[in-house]
């Protein structure tokens, strides 16, 4: 069965600092790619997906992910953190066939200071 | 887009009751929905897979008797916890794949927060 690891529990910046976090995941097959944000006390947002095509993808709010096939990753990125991108991250992978469950990451809480 | 709501947002039950949570498909038709619970500070767990017009798939160690799934029409999935505990609270969210869009992209509800006193 697929797994998703998120490798950090908590990250801690300050306002304007640059962002990365690490996703990885197990399925040797095919697999569609996400990326989710949960603001505090609201629900599940997506930020940006990649099923296929150019490995770098660019989402809202200024976020970007890049799918590394090879490494079986796809961290997420932001140049510059805005102190509203406080909130948890959830990484998720599904096998590339319709109808598929979401497996997601146990997440990672970004807490910006401004 | 494709909007999924859930109803109720929130309920609070007495242990031994059941609760009926209702997730729909507003602007379009789902062939299949995933309940999911979260618990609090973590991470989405899948419960059970919902097909329309047949039986429920449950992941390993979600007690299908306790959480009944009912996907009568291609708008709607129900779920009922039943003679809930306290142990049941948690945030209930389902996802929906619209059925004409090749069923790889999902769209979730807003959740549903059960507390059990």
């Known amino acids: 069965a697929q797994s998703v690891s998120q490798h950090n529990h908590h990250v801690i910046l300050s306002e304007a600092a640059s962002l990365e976090l690490g996703c990885n995941y197990s399925y040797g097959g095919t697999v569609n790619l996400f990326w989710y944000v949960q603001y505090p006390g609201q629900h599940l947002q997506l930020l940006l997906k990649y099923f296929s095509g150019d490995p770098l993808v660019k989402g809202i709010k200024g976020f970007e992910a890049e799918f590394i096939k090879s490494k079986f990753s796809f961290n997420l990125r932001k140049p510059s953190v805005q102190w509203s991108d406080t909130a948890e991250y959830f990484c998720?992978?599904?096998?590339?066939?319709?109808?598929?469950?979401?497996?997601f990451g146990k997440g990672t809480t970004l807490s910006v200071s401004s | 887009g494709a909007v999924v709501s859930q109803h109720p947002s929130r309920v609070i039950c007495k242990s031994g009751t059941s609760v009926k949570i209702e997730c729909r498909s507003l602007d379009f038709q789902a062939t299949t929905m995933f309940w999911y619970r979260q618990f609090p500070k973590q991470s989405l767990m899948l419960m059970a897979t919902s097909n329309e017009g047949s039986k429920a798939t449950y992941e390993q160690g979600v007690e299908k008797d306790k959480f009944l799934i009912n996907h009568a029409s291609l708008t709607l999935s129900t779920l009922t916890v039943t003679s809930a505990h306290p142990e049941d609270s948690s945030f209930y969210i389902c996802?929906?794949?619209?059925?004409?869009?090749?069923?790889?992209?999902?769209?979730f509800g807003p959740g549903t927060r059960l507390t059990v006193t």
């Open positions: 996802s929906a794949f619209p059925r004409d869009r090749g069923s790889y992209e999902q769209y």
């Open positions: 998720a992978v599904k096998i590339n066939q319709a109808g598929t469950a979401l497996i």
